[in-house]
């Protein structure tokens, strides 16, 4: 049996960030797609309860005034409530809105961690790898020194934020 790496509990915390970014934004689409359901579902809606209180008093004589809008509107109704009604949405956002605030505190308190080292070539280094996502060939040529002098920079910078107690244990 192997012995686990050092500080591998860090490690998994701080690369989850990116994987947290990325659903973070898929999240966001989600909710963007949805609440564009129920604006145009709403929006429908109201034209048509508009067009059909106009009926009533479009009437003249034998004439009756409907123009296109009118039932461009109705048809917009029918539409929006065949592929979704307001009691399809209710509730539907909460498990949504739960998840962006969960994904954006994991964001946070990665980034929390980072900016609380004590040494700027320790969060440079961090940032690059696990915001950024760089190479350490590539941090340590942007930075001007060794990939050797990331690595112990990196390795100081786990062991600052696991002795600190900031990281969630087992979450990513």
Do not use: C
Not at 146 to 167: C, D, F, M, Q
């Amino acid at each position: 049996m192997t012995e686990p790496r050092k500080n591998q509990d860090v490690r998994l915390w701080l690369k989850g960030y990116r994987s947290n970014m990325r659903n973070l934004d898929n999240h966001i689409k989600v909710y963007e797609r949805y609440r564009a359901k129920v604006d145009r579902y709403e929006a429908a809606f109201s034209r048509a309860t508009s067009a059909t209180q106009k009926w009533g008093t479009g009437i003249k004589g034998n004439q009756r005034n409907f123009s296109d809008k009118t039932a461009d509107a109705v048809l917009e109704m029918i539409e929006a409530s065949a592929t979704a009604s307001r009691g399809d949405y209710d509730g539907l956002f909460d498990w949504l809105v739960e998840d962006l605030s969960a994904l954006a505190s994991s964001g946070r308190e990665v980034l929390a961690a980072i900016n609380n080292l004590s040494h700027a070539d320790h969060k440079d280094a961090l940032f690059r790898r696990y915001i950024v996502g760089d190479a350490w060939e590539k941090i340590a040529l942007d930075m001007g020194v060794s990939v050797e002098s990331v690595y112990k920079w990196h390795g100081a910078a786990l062991e600052e934020i696991k002795r600190k107690g900031v990281y969630k244990h087992g979450e990513q």
